[in-house]
């Protein structure tokens, strides 16, 4: 079955930078679009960042846009999301989604 496992989440201080990774199983990773989604308490989950299949294509909310960057190795079947300059407002769960699924989130806190 589809399994998406999300990786690389802690405490970080604002400025700082963290890494998260995805590791996809149980359906064609290579040719699947995959996204980066986050929920903040008490608040929806929101888009962060979508890449396409080989990852020539990018998208990033206007958020996280020249601070965040997302990418893929096919090889790996992984996806990552590179997050520098980290705010206090980047503090969230942060959920991979591709293959008509969801990953069961990372936390990712910003706190001095």
């Known amino acids: 079955q589809v399994q998406l496992v999300e990786s690389g989440g802690g405490l970080v201080q604002p400025g700082g930078s963290l890494r998260l990774s995805c590791a996809a199983s149980g359906f064609a990773f290579s040719s699947s679009g995959m996204s980066w989604y986050r929920q903040a308490p008490g608040k929806e989950r929101e888009l962060v960042a979508v890449?396409?299949?080989?990852?020539?294509?990018?998208y990033y909310a206007d958020s996280v846009k020249g601070r965040f960057t997302i990418s893929r190795d096919n090889a790996k079947n992984t996806m990552y999301l590179q997050m520098n300059s980290l705010k206090p407002e980047d503090t969230a769960v942060y959920y991979c989604s591709g293959g008509n699924s969801w990953g069961q989130g990372t936390q990712v806190t910003v706190s001095s």
């Open positions: 890449i396409n299949t080989f990852g020539h294509s990018t």
